[in-house]
Nanobody, 115 residues
Framework: QVQLVESGGGLVQPGGSLRLSCAASGSIFRINSMNWYRQAPGKQRELVAASTSGGSINYADSVKGRFSISRDNAKNTVYLQMNSLNPEDTAVYYC?????????WGQGTQVTVSS
């Protein structure tokens, strides 16, 4: 089992920045990828950024150039730096870990972009 705890969400004005954190604990050995998803009201959950253990990183087209995913392996933590936020980025953001055939989720953290 892998436990994931997100933090760092909140209310920010358009053009602002936030950094989300996701701390992993439990059976974290051989996690294949750590990812960030988001789900806006009335929409499906979508992949925002993915980071594999092999070093590959991918972003959704809508966040390229604005968001950055990074990992601190010593702290078992993955981050999502979000810059130039706009109202369309408003959503609940979820941390996800994939280990073999298993997928684990955090509880989510709300990000609201509004003036």
């Amino acid at each position: 089992q892998v436990q994931l705890v997100e933090s760092g969400g909140g209310l920010v004005q358009p053009g602002g920045s936030l950094r989300l954190s996701c701390a992993a604990s439990g059976s974290i050995f051989r996690i294949n990828s750590m990812n960030w998803y988001r789900q806006a009201p009335g929409k499906q959950r979508e992949l925002v950024a993915a980071s594999t253990s092999g070093g590959s990183i991918n972003y959704a087209d809508s966040v390229k150039g604005r968001f950055s995913i990074s990992r601190d392996n010593a702290k078992n933590t993955v981050y999502l730096q979000m810059n130039s936020l706009n109202p369309e980025d408003t959503a609940v953001y979820y941390c996800n870990a994939v280990k073999g055939l298993d997928s684990y989720w955090g509880q989510g953290t709300q990000v609201t972009v509004s003036s």
